[in-house]
């Protein structure tokens, strides 16, 4: 059974400093690994994908890393702003009977506070 | 270019009411897929539909919940007679074709509170 661990739970750091969320999951045969962001009382926002082929994806201040064989990913966010703060989640898509986004296995989230 | 809809936002049913739940997929989506994020819990799997057939409910409790995806309007989760632990928040994604590279967009949620 797959399980994705995020760690930390929590974290708060000034604004401006670089920082990193970790992703681990139990299972490597996965077909992509996604990074959300949920804002308190809102949904989930995709904000990267990486394809199990793939190593790493970067959009703006956010790069992720892939590493299937040992089971780990990591969230590195460039000079952190404090709307950055959000609840940043980790999801591994294992190939759901329906074949689609019935399945993705969810870590518990990191949350995540920039202070000003 | 609306993205996915749920409501309402927030709901609150007594012990042994029913509860529904809401989800319009993004326009021109077929698949609709529900998770459950339960206090202080990942969101996991319930079920995943296209219009008018449930394709995996592999993650949907086997008694009191139940969901459709009709042909016309928004799919429903229907949950009957609530318990206490029914209260989580209910997450609707939708996505124009199912294969697993296929990004799913996520709407706001249903946030339920069984008193």
């Known amino acids: 059974k797959q399980e994705v661990t995020q760690i930390p739970a929590a974290l708060s750091v000034p604004e401006g400093e670089n920082l990193v969320l970790n992703c681990s999951f139990t299972?490597?045969?996965?077909?992509?690994l996604q990074w959300f962001r949920q804002d308190p009382g809102k949904g989930l926002t995709s904000l990267l994908l990486?394809?199990?082929?793939?190593r790493e994806q970067t959009s703006g201040r956010l790069n992720a890393s892939l590493d299937k064989s040992s089971g780990r990913s990591t969230l590195y966010i460039a000079a952190s702003q404090p709307g950055d703060s959000a609840t940043y989640l980790c999801?591994?898509?294992?190939?759901?009977?329906?074949?689609?986004?019935?399945?993705?296995?969810f870590g518990k989230g990191t949350h995540l506070i920039i202070q000003p | 270019n609306a993205g996915v809809m749920q409501n309402p936002r927030h709901l609150v049913r007594r012990r042994g009411q029913e509860a529904r739940l809401r989800c319009s997929p993004v326009?021109?989506?077929?698949?609709v897929y529900w998770y459950r994020q339960l206090p202080e819990e990942g969101l996991k799997f319930m079920v995943y539909?296209?219009?008018?057939?449930?394709?995996?409910e592999s993650g949907m409790p086997k008694e009191r919940f139940s969901a459709e995806f009709p042909k016309e309007g928004p799919s429903i989760l229907r949950i009957q007679q609530v318990v206490r632990g029914d209260s989580a928040a209910y997450f609707c994604?939708?996505?124009?074709?199912?294969?697993?590279?296929?990004?799913?967009?996520f709407g706001q949620g249903t946030r339920l509170t069984v008193v």
């Open positions: 994604a939708s996505s124009p074709i199912a294969t697993v590279n296929t990004e799913a967009f």
């Open positions: 299972d490597s045969a996965i077909y992509n």
């Open positions: 990486i394809q199990s082929s793939q």
């Open positions: 999801a591994v898509t294992i190939g759901g009977r329906g074949g689609g986004a019935d399945g993705l296995t």
């Open positions: 326009k021109g989506h077929s698949h």
């Open positions: 539909l296209q219009k008018e057939n449930i394709i995996d």
